[in-house]
């Protein structure tokens, strides 16, 4: 089992445009979970999908959006990146709401310049 | 609402020296309690977690005791190593499905 993996591992974008972030996990978990993670401040939780077909915002959606494809894919999008976008950006996954622990890929690294 | 604060870091010890980094959290009702270790360069793992009060989490000798009179979940371990060196978090599950992470503390452990 590979776990939660994410790509790209490294991405530089400009002002302005626009990118995907990929996540998939072959745990067959039902809950999926995207963060970024800043200096200082943690991990903070961007958006989330309880179970395939849902998704809810979390802390700090704006400039974001993302889609459960599937019940393992579960993406990204900037739409229209900004500075305030570079951070370490983490997807995680749960089998369900009766379980606590979350499984974690390796990260994304995104810059906007 | 609900947030976490654990103590700022870098901590630096010496291979074998006491470890304590403290968390204390703010909730409504009784959230369950993690400690996630960060090493370089990889995504965050699960160290240990407590769901009630006086519950304890511990693995590979890190202890920490979910104590509702003072809302604290503080990290311990009685001889650090040098494969320690991590950056540590704080979590709290806040309802079904979220959670809230405290800032990080780095290790720095000196052989």
């Known amino acids: 089992n590979a776990g939660v993996t994410q790509t790209p591992k490294f991405q530089v974008l400009k002002t302005g445009q626009s990118m995907t972030l990929q996540c998939a996990q072959d745990?067959?978990?039902?809950?999926m979970y995207w963060y970024r993670q800043d200096p200082g401040m943690g991990l903070r939780l961007i958006y989330y999908?309880?179970?395939?077909?849902?998704?809810d915002k979390g802390e700090v959606p704006n400039g974001y959006n993302v889609s459960r494809l599937n019940k393992r894919e579960f993406s990204l999008r900037l739409e229209s990146a900004a500075p305030s976008q570079t951070s370490v950006y983490f997807c995680?996954?749960?089998?369900?709401?009766?379980?606590?622990?979350?499984?974690f890929g390796p990260g994304t690294r995104l810059t906007v310049l | 609402g609900d947030s976490v604060t654990q103590m700022e870091g870098p901590v630096t010890l010496s291979e074998e020296a006491f470890l304590t980094i403290n968390c204390t959290y703010t909730?409504?009702?009784?959230?369950?309690l993690f400690w996630y270790v960060q090493y370089p360069g990889e995504g965050l793992q699960l160290l240990l977690k407590?769901?009630?009060?006086?519950d304890k989490g511990s693995n590979k000798g890190f202890e920490a005791t979910y104590r509702k009179e003072t809302t604290s979940f503080h990290l311990e371990k009685g001889s650090v190593q040098v494969s320690d060196s991590a950056v540590y978090f704080c979590?709290?599950?806040?309802?079904?499905?979220?959670?809230?992470f405290g800032s990080g503390t780095k290790l720095n452990v000196k052989p």
């Open positions: 995680a996954s749960r089998q369900a709401q009766s379980t606590d622990t979350q499984y």
């Open positions: 745990m067959n978990h039902n809950s």
């Open positions: 999908s309880a179970s395939e077909g849902t998704t």
């Open positions: 909730a409504t009702g009784y959230p369950s």
């Open positions: 407590a769901t009630k009060a006086d």
């Open positions: 979590a709290l599950r806040y309802n079904f499905n979220k959670f809230y």
